[in-house]
């Protein structure tokens, strides 16, 4: 069998279609080598003398040639791109650009590219649709980088697979004091996106599911490991995000009436400090255990804007204030609308802005900025959850990248891993406010099988059956877990929708 398999590819190249010579004297030889092991191993035992050794003699030996092949096969279609490029440019209207040189990377090639004096970024940018189809590859494989140094040059990189294709397993908290830089995820090229959180407000945007709480999970786990930090969330989903981070919170609002009170009292410590800090002449807080920063979540900020307008001014005020004394607002949204943004007053101040999937192009630069879509921040052509591009200090080039993906598992753990290294307001900011922090409520008993608990739950429900926010506070999981469960539960007979949205066995 073997031996007809090595002829059929020595001869006819099948079934590859292997048309050279050398090709085929490779693959029938690897053909012959396998199934010889195989035989052997078949015959006698895979661990039987020497076939290990001869296994591992023969991966090195054929593996080094077909590595090299591919290297060399991959320059040889990147050579016949650079020499048709001028052609190529002169069809999708980039007459006159040059690839200096070009270089064969682990996930496809990339190029230096000169422009034609007059051209710019942004032209070849606008033409990224263009350039792939004149190369023939998949769509969106091509990215364009300028040269920092040079406003006539920049990157081409042409991506022959997605090295995001798969989601990014978090690794867990890098950080331990708000001081140290967050990681958020990788860029394409394999590099952490590392982003500064001290004295900076961060915006992150995005479609619905395009994967904000994903976002919202990898910083606050990092922050929950912070003991120089106080958290307080706000949550108007009635606390369906952020309960499963109850334990590293001090604080949550989950009506309007709370999430305006919980800004007030922000407000009246960043008064507190600003006094403090003005008696000693000192002009920045900087967060210790003893005097911990404060970092507000705000989840869905559009729904606050459209519920609370008095908690806006409060945000707004905190925007302006805050990064001096160390009080820092995050606040993820879906609708990025100019009112929400308090027409970009708010945005200004927001120097973390984490552009996730959006659904129309003109919402990229109601996250970003004016101009950025022309600019190459091409957020609408993102196609997985938890793809982004993060525009902060460091970052200022339309770089894609892929956040971690923090399970729910991951959240409740690292919740309560955290939970008693919390630190609390220093006495200053506590007398500024007079409310007492309310104990938050936890996220359910029976944390420790949220499988068994939503069963239960459900098996007990009253005949009108439970609604999801009910059942996430029963599990303390998050939405998409409830969700996820559900769904698979209702396939299996298990669980019935009563009503919209609520639940029961
Ligand atoms: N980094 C990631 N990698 C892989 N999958 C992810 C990532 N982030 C989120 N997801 C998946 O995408 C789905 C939606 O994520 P998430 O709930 O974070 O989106 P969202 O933007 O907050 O949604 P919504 O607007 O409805 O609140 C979830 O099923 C989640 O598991």
Redesign the pocket.
Known sequence: MTVLAAAAVAVRGWPWGLTRAPERIYAATATAVVGGWLAAATALGATRSPLPTLLILATVALGVPWWAHRRRRARVRVDRVINAWPNLAEMIGLAGSRIMSAAVDTWGWRARIKLRPGQSVTDLVSRVPAIESALGTRPGAVRVEQDPAHAGRCTMRVLAVDPHAG??PWPGPTARSIADPIEL?VFEDATPVRVAMLRRHALIG??????????LNVILGNLAACTDVVLWGIDLKGGM?LRPWAPCLARLATTPDEATDLLADAVAILDARAQASSHDNTRVWKPTPKAPALVIVID?YAELADTAPDAVGHAESIARRGRALAVDLLA?T?RPTQRAMGGGALRSQMSIRVC?RVRERRDVDLILDKGMLNDGWHAHTLD???KFYVLADGHNQPRRA????VTDDLVRQTSARYADQRPELDPLSRAAINQQPRPIEPPGPSVDDPERALLMALDQAPTDGLSVPELIDLTGMR??WVYDRLQAHAAAGRARQVARGRWRA
């Open positions: 989601a990014i995820g995005g479609t619905t599911d395009s994967g904000k709480s994903g976002v995000e869905e993820a879906q996730l997985a959850p938890g892929r956040a971690y993906l939405r998409t």
